[in-house]
């Protein structure tokens, strides 16, 4: 049955001069179903772990202790102002070999786990950002309800200002997470076996570039689309009377 759908598929597109013939090679579409299966591992590990890198940085930065808010401040400026590839090749190439150095030749970091860090740590410089505006947008008149029922800094932190800065600061973090799931493409430059990697091996054999492209817009697009229905659902969801309005 799935065969027969296949044949159909590559008959369907030759007539515009489309050659999907690759489908029909058990390997190869094996390995391009490998691909979306580890580009969508990469997004489920970076989403989570670029938003808590976020929450982290930003209560840092608003903590009102200038050693480690300064520090952090120069972290944010080197991240967002140079290429998330440059990083990712000097963390895989610089870092690693020096770690593996230091282990003396073990390295418990794998390449997955580079792209995962680095794209995480790019996106929350970003993330932290945009919670720093929501923070700082929280009412006086809230925190000195806050202070009014003696909780502590953190306490204003955690239950007050950020549950109102995330609210606040909702629309550019999922402007952010949608940057962030077309980035992780960036793990083929160190030959992570996600969808754009696989697909560059395909078509390295059977000059199929733009077929392989349109699949991968395609799978992009699915994905990033995913992530905006959530965000429109969590903005509906979050949304509070009085705020916003």
């Known amino acids: 049955m799935i065969e027969t759908v296949l044949h159909a598929w590559v008959d369907a597109f030759k007539p515009l001069g489309l050659n999907y013939s690759f489908v029909q090679d058990p390997g190869e579409l094996s390995a391009f179903g490998h691909g979306m299966l580890v580009t969508l ?4 590990w970076t989403i989570p772990v670029s938003l808590l890198f976020g929450v982290l940085i930003a209560a840092a930065l608003t903590s009102g202790r200038p050693w480690l808010a300064r520090p952090l401040q120069a972290f944010v400026e080197v991240t967002r102002n140079t290429p998330t590839l440059v990083q990712l090749y000097c963390a895989f190439l610089v870092l690693n070999m020096l770690i593996t150095q230091k282990l003396g030749g073990g390295n418990p970091i794998t390449p997955f786990a580079w792209v995962v860090i680095v794209v995480a740590l790019h996106k929350g410089v970003f993330h932290a950002e945009a ?29 007050v200002q950020l549950p109102l800065a995330v609210r606040f600061a909702l629309p550019a973090l999922i402007n952010n ?18 969808v754009t ?15 392989l492209l349109l699949l991968i817009l395609l799978y992009f697009g699915l994905l990033t689309w995913l992530v905006g229905v959530a965000g429109r659902w969590l ?9 916003g309005q």
């Open 41 to 44: 591992q990469l997004c489920a």
């Open 131 to 159: 919670l720093r505006a929501g923070i700082e947008a929280v009412p006086a008149v809230t925190l000195e309800a806050a202070r009014s029922l003696a909780l502590s800094r953190r306490q204003t932190l955690m239950q």
């Open 177 to 194: 997470l949608v940057d962030l799931v077309k980035m992780t493409a960036i793990a083929s430059a160190i030959a992570v076996g996600d």
């Open 197 to 211: 990697y696989e697909s560059i091996m395909i078509w390295s054999y059977r000059d199929n570039v733009l077929e």
């Open 235 to 243: 903005e509906n969801r979050l949304r509070m009377p009085g705020y």
